[in-house]
């Protein structure tokens, strides 16, 4: 795994290029994120967000660009380092959670740690010390049975527990009522202050996407300034 000397914690995104058949999704996208500051990424459907979210996780290799997280250069790293770095750096909150519901919160939420092969115990209080502070109910209590707001801050929780440095957001309150929307959102966006990631928010939604700190616009395979539409 190389490591640029000097190169700054949180994400970057450099000169990412990435073709799909003849339509160019992303044409030499550039982003930079430190650690606590935030971004959400708008645009129509179809033009490209979940992409960028993807090279970004190592899912999708770009055509051409670079990705460094934490100073770690992700591109062209063998697989299994690569999971290696998403398990260790990286926390992802999809849309519908993608926790498996008849699992309790605190074994969904542990769960990355074991898959790590971190110890049972430590993994367990962990998890219930992080769902203690987001709100979530525990007990036994299968995930499914939890409303969307909670099932929400229960995946938020797993994002966390092991400490990334980068915080992935895609379409987070999208299945969610307008109140759990506003919740789960000051939730993400007060993370990301307070434990120091670096937080990449995907979002159709204008009230979510006005909370970050720079809101781009992701449009004919470029980000520009979504206040000005100067690029970003």
Same mark, same amino acid.
């Given at each position: ?6 190169e700054? #914690?949180? /994400?970057?995104v450099?000169?990412?290029r990435h $073709?799909?058949?003849? $339509?160019?999704l992303?044409d =030499?996208?550039?982003?930079?994120i430190g ?5 959400a990424v708008?645009?129509p459907s179809g033009?490209?967000?979940s992409? /960028?979210?993807m ?6 290799k770009?055509?051409?660009?670079? !990705?460094? !997280?934490g100073?770690r250069?992700?591109t ?5 380092q690569? +999971?290696?770095?998403?398990?260790q750096?990286m926390?992802?909150?999809f849309q519908? =959670? &993608? /926790? ?5 919160p !605190? ?5 990355p740690?074991l /898959?790590?092969?971190?110890?049972h115990?430590?993994a367990?209080? @962990?998890?219930?010390e992080?769902?203690?502070e987001?709100?979530?109910p525990?007990? =036994? ?9 909670e $099932?929400q801050?229960?995946?938020? #929780?797993? +994002? ?8 992935? +957001?895609?379409?987070?309150?999208? #299945?969610l009522?307008p109140q759990a ?5 000051d939730?993400?966006y007060?993370?990301?202050? &307070?434990?120091g990631c670096a937080l990449?928010v995907?979002t159709?939604?204008p009230?979510?996407? #006005?909370? +970050?700190? @720079?809101?781009?616009?992701?449009e004919?395979?470029?980000?520009m300034d979504?206040?000005?539409g !100067?690029?970003?």
């Amino acid at each position: 795994m190389s490591v640029t000397a000097g190169e700054p #914690a949180g /994400l970057r995104v450099e000169g990412i290029r990435h $073709r799909l058949g003849e $339509r160019v999704l992303l044409d =030499g996208v550039d982003l930079d994120i430190g650690p606590g500051e935030s971004v959400a990424v708008t645009g129509p459907s179809g033009s490209g967000k979940s992409t /960028l979210l993807m090279c970004v996780l190592g899912l999708i290799k770009p055509d051409r660009g670079a !990705v460094w !997280v934490g100073g770690r250069e992700l591109t062209g790293l063998p697989a299994r380092q690569l +999971a290696q770095v998403r398990r260790q750096h990286m926390g992802v909150v999809f849309q519908f =959670g &993608e /926790l498996l519901p008849e699992l309790t919160p !605190v074994e969904n939420v542990a769960l990355p740690v074991l /898959l790590g092969g971190g110890e049972h115990r430590d993994a367990y209080r @962990r998890a219930a010390e992080l769902l203690t502070e987001l709100g979530v109910p525990q007990g =036994g209590t299968p995930t499914g049975m939890l409303s969307g707001g909670e $099932r929400q801050r229960a995946a938020v #929780a797993r +994002a966390l527990i092991t400490d990334p440095g980068v915080l992935l +957001a895609d379409e987070p309150t999208g #299945a969610l009522d307008p109140q759990a929307r506003e919740a789960v959102a000051d939730l993400l966006y007060t993370v990301s202050r &307070e434990r120091g990631c670096a937080l990449l928010v995907v979002t159709h939604d204008p009230s979510v996407a #006005a909370r +970050a700190g @720079r809101t781009l616009r992701l449009e004919a395979g470029t980000l520009m300034d979504a206040r000005n539409g !100067v690029g970003a």
